[in-house]
């Protein structure tokens, strides 16, 4: 998608695994419409994935960090503010459970994987924004990813259901915070797709077929189309919107049962 809306624009992208994941999809769209990326990625191995990537967009700043460490993110800011001054956007696209704890039931849930959860899959964005906000310019946006499990009930979603409920009032409780400053938060809830992180999750192919099967649009969510709202997002074109959790799902939230047609298909799944 060329197009200059990003022109000038600098922001940093935090959670790119490998060329599959959904913040890349978002950054590479972002390239293409002039903005210039900062990444972080966490220890050697996913550096070894993430550093290709952000050379083949020109982007020469990255930076190690353990979004459960204080002194990591202290050092991310302080980079960014010495290299840029101020930045326009961020992308907090992190999440992490025990994926031994991603299957069966939520009431079986440890209290250090609670914790462990909580910590890095919510409170990471409102850590990382409490830093951002120093070096972010008025009308600056910024990003996390969620998903419906936060809303309703998802087979094996547990503990992360949880925890993207408390990172949607999170971007709700931040842009109040946030909006006097100029700063925009927002949340996009993606349906399922075919990511590291989503493969970890307890019948992650059943849950793939059966968004396809019963979703209005009878098809799966595509990286353009998600990187496209990522785009709109954080750029000036959404520029009176925060607060908010925007759903890119096929429609899959607007239903109360799947049609008639997909149940009698059901039995195929």
Not at 36 to 64: C, H, N, W
Not at 96 to 121: A, C, P
């Amino acid at each position: 998608m060329k197009t200059d809306l990003m022109k000038g624009k600098k922001g940093l992208v935090m959670g790119v695994a490998n060329k599959d994941s959904i913040a890349w999809g978002m950054a590479k769209t972002l390239h293409d419409a002039g903005a210039e990326m900062a990444f972080t990625y966490q220890g050697e191995g996913f550096g070894r994935r993430v550093k290709p990537l952000a050379e083949s967009i020109g982007a020469d700043i990255l930076i190690d960090c353990d979004v459960s460490k204080e002194d990591d993110l202290d050092n991310v800011f302080k980079v960014l503010e010495e290299e840029w001054g101020e930045i326009d956007f961020i992308i907090h696209a992190i999440a992490y459970s025990n994926k031994d704890e991603l299957q069966g039931r939520y009431v079986d849930t440890t209290l250090d994987n609670f914790l462990t959860t909580m910590h890095i899959s919510c409170y990471s964005f409102t850590s990382v924004m409490r830093r951002a906000r120093k070096i972010m310019k008025s009308g600056a946006s910024a990003v996390t990813l969620s998903y419906y499990g936060a809303e309703k009930v998802m087979p094996n979603y547990n503990i992360m259901g949880v925890a993207k409920a408390a990172l949607e009032a999170s971007v709700r409780y931040m842009a109040a915070d946030l909006g006097p400053e100029g700063i925009r938060v927002n949340a996009i809830s993606a349906g399922p797709m075919r990511t590291l992180a989503g493969a970890v999750i307890g019948g992650a192919r059943t849950t793939f077929k059966y968004n396809k099967l019963v979703s209005p649009l009878r098809r799966h969510v595509e990286m353009e189309e998600l990187a496209g709202t990522g785009l709109y997002m954080l750029s000036d074109l959404s520029g009176a919107v925060t607060g908010e959790v925007h759903y890119v799902d096929c429609g899959f939230k607007a239903l109360g049962m799947p049609s008639h047609d997909a149940l009698k298909e059901m039995a195929d799944i």
